[in-house]
């Protein structure tokens, strides 16, 4: 299906705002994957404690969706349920797509299906996150594996908004598929991903954007330690502690960190594995408890379980740990706190029961299985497990022993399960590979017992004190003579938000601001960044502009000492080096797990252009690199290893792809041309190579047409330099003015 930019989808927006429809909120909704108290619990009663898979009379199963097979954990609000899967599985239309359903029989209401581009995620990945639905707006938002992000209308399907954040910020897409949860915190939403991207945040990053969740304008974006181990899927916690809201997570740096949701500050940071983190911290009151299954900070031993006071700040370290247990391998799924007790899943299915207090075991461990990764759910005195080899449990906590087992089974021939079970309205809903299930006990009245109070934030009125100065939007793009306005907004400590202000504004870069923050781009000044800066009361923040202009493009490196400050994912990888007395610009090979990677020039609503390229790849120890362009959501790369060349737009799946045979040189300089452009409803691509200074051939070396077209997509750079180095010259980017 096609995607749509957010500078497109803005549009439906200002039409639609005020249409929104109220949501209906209960207490047996499931908005998030983690459930409304984000810990798995459930307060719900009267639920199954067996059920049969092949479904039957007694089994149950009020329905099962087949089709629905997936990873993505589904929430419910209200009668809806919403969930995330693949869409025209192995065919040429393939691509992701959120899903409504009636939660009560299972009936599709409606489907929202978009693309997979210019990502090395395998199909088998597709529907790694969960939606989350706001209870406030009934909106709903999605991160697809390539990382398109969208708000949806709960009640129609219709995008509201929507970012590529790959093109835009540049989110990492890996071969892995992990893939963050967004989580909603008062007026915002917020994703997490490893970015590579542009000016001072151009080295790989594990970074949280926050949006306004009902306008899609970036408010935040922060960030923790540069050049982290690997990619991450823990999921955020939302929480308050000691009277602050916090935003607890564990990073790709390998670190537990805790942010202000609405600010973005970093509050706390504790160290605890050599690698990246994968477990949803729980949280429970002051302390959080998380693991991991990889390298410890110290030692050899694989694996720990922690517990971690959360009141500290700075590296809390040593402050902050309260117990770890090591050589507890704990990497996926989320623990569950039951009376005390911790539950802890590890990665081989074997069950561990902890005193919360002292990390001490306090019954034998139980083996369910040999692999897990969805986290369990607490509801009705039981906790449902399953495993990703297909075995299932209800058990039912108990003193002596840990658990006792309640029923148990397995799964149809084949399915396995990475999702987590969830609960909403008396029903349990399980996702396997192989369906979607709706459990009900119908003979059993449904209830609900009471949720604990939350913990509640210190009032605003004990620190009235600005602490904080948030320039909004946090980056804006704009071309030359166009204008932004920026607002000023005032937080205290705690990251309360005090009031918008008016500030005195400066700017470091080009352009004009006023005293009221309406900041007006030059003329004379694209591809520049400028920074704007806030001042109030002692205090300054600050906000990025990127003054990029329309079409055409020229870029042959002379007089410049780095690729242009602007483009997302270009510095740090590419260099500027004279080659023949001439500028060129360089994709080297000494980056570390950052050799083969995309780089973007501009907005992601650009249609129907054509890039072309000089281009040069080297031979080291008898390899060659990959090089490629990038226009619409499509790539032409030309592979030195394959001496192919291929039209491709996702990378691993290539549901549209034309590849043939093409030998090349090292050494020599070619070059490429990559035509995109939208006829008769379907994307075109049209390729040609040939060697630089040489006439231009009159018929295009290579052409393929996507059906599902991508409609707009930003211009960039494909390569693979971890064999090699590769030379870039003479980028051009240029409207298409007639079909050839």
């Given at each position: 299906?096609?995607?749509?930019?957010?500078?497109?989808?803005?549009?439906?927006?200002?039409?639609?705002?005020?249409?929104?429809?109220?949501?209906?909120?209960?207490?047996?909704?499931?908005?998030?994957?983690?459930?409304?108290?984000?810990?798995?619990?459930?307060?719900?009663?009267?639920?199954?404690?067996?059920?049969?898979?092949?479904?039957?009379?007694?089994?149950?199963?009020?329905?099962?969706?087949?089709?629905?097979?997936?990873?993505?954990?589904?929430?419910?609000?209200?009668?809806?349920?919403?969930?995330?899967?693949?869409?025209?599985?192995?065919?040429?239309?393939?691509?992701?797509?959120?899903?409504?359903?009636?939660?009560?029989?299972?009936?599709?209401?409606?489907?929202?299906?978009?693309?997979?581009?210019?990502?090395?995620?395998?199909?088998?990945?597709?529907?790694?996150?969960?939606?989350?639905?706001?209870?406030?707006?009934?909106?709903?938002?999605?991160?697809?594996?390539?990382?398109?992000?969208?708000?949806?209308?709960?009640?129609?399907?219709?995008?509201?908004?929507?970012?590529?954040?790959?093109?835009?910020?540049?989110?990492?897409?890996?071969?892995?598929?992990?893939?963050?949860?967004?989580?909603?915190?008062?007026?915002?939403?917020?994703?997490?991903?490893?970015?590579?991207?542009?000016?001072?945040?151009?080295?790989?990053?594990?970074?949280?954007?926050?949006?306004?969740?009902?306008?899609?304008?970036?408010?935040?974006?922060?960030?923790?330690?540069?050049?982290?181990?690997?990619?991450?899927?823990?999921?955020?916690?939302?929480?308050?502690?000691?009277?602050?809201?916090?935003?607890?997570?564990?990073?790709?740096?390998?670190?537990?960190?805790?942010?202000?949701?609405?600010?973005?500050?970093?509050?706390?940071?504790?160290?605890?594995?050599?690698?990246?983190?994968?477990?949803?911290?729980?949280?429970?009151?002051?302390?959080?408890?998380?693991?991991?299954?990889?390298?410890?900070?110290?030692?050899?031993?694989?694996?720990?379980?922690?517990?971690?006071?959360?009141?500290?700040?700075?590296?809390?370290?040593?402050?902050?740990?309260l117990w770890k247990t090591t050589e507890m391998m704990m990497g996926k799924s989320s623990p569950l706190m039951i009376d005390g007790r911790l539950y802890c899943f590890d990665d081989r299915a074997k069950l561990h029961v902890l005193d919360a207090q002292t990390g001490e075991p306090l019954a034998a461990r139980k083996a369910l299985g040999t692999v897990m990764r969805a986290s369990p759910l607490y509801a009705d005195g039981k906790i449902y497990a399953l495993t990703a080899n297909g075995r299932w449990?209800?058990?039912?906590?108990?003193?002596?022993?840990?658990?006792?087992?309640?029923?148990?089974?397995?799964?149809?021939?084949?399915?396995?399960?990475?999702?987590?079970?969830?609960?909403?309205?008396?029903?349990?809903?399980?996702?396997?590979?192989?369906?979607?299930?709706?459990l009900e006990d119908k003979s059993k009245p449904h209830g609900e017992s009471a949720a604990p109070k939350p913990e509640e934030e210190t009032p605003v009125s004990e620190d009235e004190k600005p602490a904080h100065v948030q320039v909004v939007p946090a980056e804006a793009v704009v071309a030359p003579g166009e204008g932004q306005q920026f607002k000023v907004r005032l937080f205290n400590a705690r990251g309360q938000f005090l009031s918008e202000s008016p500030a005195e504004f400066s700017l470091q870069g080009?352009?004009?601001?006023?005293?009221?923050?309406?900041?007006?781009?030059?003329?004379?000044?694209?591809?520049?960044?400028?920074?704007?800066?806030?001042?109030?009361?002692?205090?300054?923040?600050?906000?990025?502009?990127?003054?990029?202009?329309?079409?055409?493009?020229?870029?042959?490196?002379?007089g410049m000492s780095a690729p242009p400050v602007v483009w997302v994912g270009a510095r740090y990888r590419h260099i500027i080096r004279e080659i023949d007395g001439d500028n060129v610009m360089v994709k080297i090979s000494t980056i570390p797990k950052g050799a083969r990677s995309r780089a973007w020039f501009g907005r992601p609503e650009l249609s129907n252009y054509t890039i072309q390229a000089d281009v040069q790849g080297t031979l080291q120890n008898g390899k060659m690199p990959d090089i490629g362009l990038?226009?619409?959501?499509?790539?032409?790369?030309?592979?030195?290893?394959?001496?192919?060349?291929?039209?491709?737009?996702?990378?691993?799946?290539?549901?549209?792809?034309?590849?043939?045979?093409?030998?090349?040189?090292?050494?020599?300089?070619?070059?490429?041309?990559?035509?995109?452009?939208?006829?008769?409803?379907?994307?075109?691509?049209?390729?040609?190579?040939?060697?630089?200074?040489?006439?231009?051939?009159?018929?295009?070396?290579?052409?393929?047409?996507?059906?599902?077209?991508?409609?707009?997509?930003?211009?960039?750079?494909?390569?693979?330099?971890?064999?090699?180095?590769?030379?870039?010259?003479?980028?051009?980017?240029?409207?298409?003015?007639?079909?050839?």
């Amino acid at each position: 299906m096609k995607h749509i930019s957010s500078y497109v989808s803005f549009f439906i927006l200002l039409a639609g705002l005020s249409a929104f429809p109220p949501a209906v909120v209960s207490a047996g909704d499931w908005p998030f994957w983690r459930g409304p108290e984000s810990n798995g619990i459930s307060r719900e009663t009267g639920l199954p404690d067996d059920w049969d898979p092949r479904g039957g009379e007694g089994g149950n199963v009020s329905w099962k969706r087949d089709d629905l097979g997936t990873r993505s954990t589904p929430v419910v609000l209200g009668e809806r349920l919403y969930i995330i899967t693949r869409n025209h599985p192995g065919t040429k239309t393939e691509g992701e797509k959120v899903v409504c359903i009636n939660a009560k029989t299972g009936e599709t209401i409606w489907e929202n299906a978009f693309n997979v581009w210019l990502s090395d995620v395998p199909d088998t990945r597709v529907g790694w996150s969960s939606c989350n639905v706001d209870p406030e707006t009934g909106l709903v938002y999605a991160l697809g594996v390539c990382g398109y992000f969208q708000c949806i209308n709960g009640e129609t399907g219709q995008t509201v908004w929507s970012v590529p954040l790959h093109e835009t910020y540049g989110l990492l897409s890996t071969y892995g598929g992990r893939t963050n949860f967004p989580v909603i915190c008062d007026d915002l939403v917020i994703i997490s991903a490893i970015v590579i991207g542009w000016g001072d945040q151009a080295k790989p990053s594990h970074r949280f954007l926050a949006f306004d969740k009902k306008s899609g304008q970036l408010v935040w974006n922060n960030g923790t330690r540069p050049l982290p181990y690997d990619t991450t899927y823990s999921s955020p916690t939302v929480t308050v502690v000691d009277g602050q809201k916090l935003l607890i997570f564990g990073s790709g740096d390998g670190a537990v960190w805790a942010f202000q949701p609405r600010t973005g500050k970093q509050v706390w940071r504790y160290p605890f594995s050599r690698r990246g983190l994968n477990v949803a911290p729980l949280v429970v009151g002051d302390r959080v408890f998380t693991g991991h299954s990889e390298e410890n900070i110290e030692g050899t031993a694989m694996g720990a379980i922690a517990a971690i006071y959360a009141k500290g700040s700075g590296d809390i370290s040593k402050t902050g740990e309260l117990w770890k247990t090591t050589e507890m391998m704990m990497g996926k799924s989320s623990p569950l706190m039951i009376d005390g007790r911790l539950y802890c899943f590890d990665d081989r299915a074997k069950l561990h029961v902890l005193d919360a207090q002292t990390g001490e075991p306090l019954a034998a461990r139980k083996a369910l299985g040999t692999v897990m990764r969805a986290s369990p759910l607490y509801a009705d005195g039981k906790i449902y497990a399953l495993t990703a080899n297909g075995r299932w449990y209800i058990l039912r906590p108990d003193e002596r022993r840990g658990v006792e087992v309640v029923s148990k089974g397995r799964l149809p021939r084949g399915e396995g399960v990475d999702a987590s079970p969830i609960c909403a309205h008396g029903r349990v809903y399980i996702t396997s590979s192989g369906g979607l299930y709706c459990l009900e006990d119908k003979s059993k009245p449904h209830g609900e017992s009471a949720a604990p109070k939350p913990e509640e934030e210190t009032p605003v009125s004990e620190d009235e004190k600005p602490a904080h100065v948030q320039v909004v939007p946090a980056e804006a793009v704009v071309a030359p003579g166009e204008g932004q306005q920026f607002k000023v907004r005032l937080f205290n400590a705690r990251g309360q938000f005090l009031s918008e202000s008016p500030a005195e504004f400066s700017l470091q870069g080009s352009g004009q601001i006023d005293k009221k923050g309406a900041f007006l781009a030059s003329a004379d000044a694209a591809f520049t960044a400028t920074t704007v800066v806030a001042n109030v009361a002692g205090l300054s923040g600050e906000a990025r502009v990127r003054n990029i202009p329309p079409l055409p493009w020229k870029f042959d490196f002379e007089g410049m000492s780095a690729p242009p400050v602007v483009w997302v994912g270009a510095r740090y990888r590419h260099i500027i080096r004279e080659i023949d007395g001439d500028n060129v610009m360089v994709k080297i090979s000494t980056i570390p797990k950052g050799a083969r990677s995309r780089a973007w020039f501009g907005r992601p609503e650009l249609s129907n252009y054509t890039i072309q390229a000089d281009v040069q790849g080297t031979l080291q120890n008898g390899k060659m690199p990959d090089i490629g362009l990038i226009a619409q959501g499509y790539a032409l790369d030309l592979q030195g290893a394959n001496q192919r060349l291929q039209l491709r737009s996702w990378v691993t799946q290539l549901r549209m792809a034309a590849t043939i045979d093409f030998p090349w040189k090292p050494g020599v300089w070619y070059t490429m041309k990559l035509h995109a452009a939208i006829e008769d409803g379907k994307a075109v691509l049209r390729g040609k190579v040939w060697v630089k200074g040489e006439p231009e051939p009159d018929h295009w070396t290579i052409e393929a047409t996507d059906d599902s077209p991508n409609l707009t997509g930003a211009p960039g750079l494909y390569g693979n330099a971890k064999n090699a180095e590769l030379f870039l010259d003479n980028i051009s980017v240029t409207p298409n003015e007639i079909a050839p």
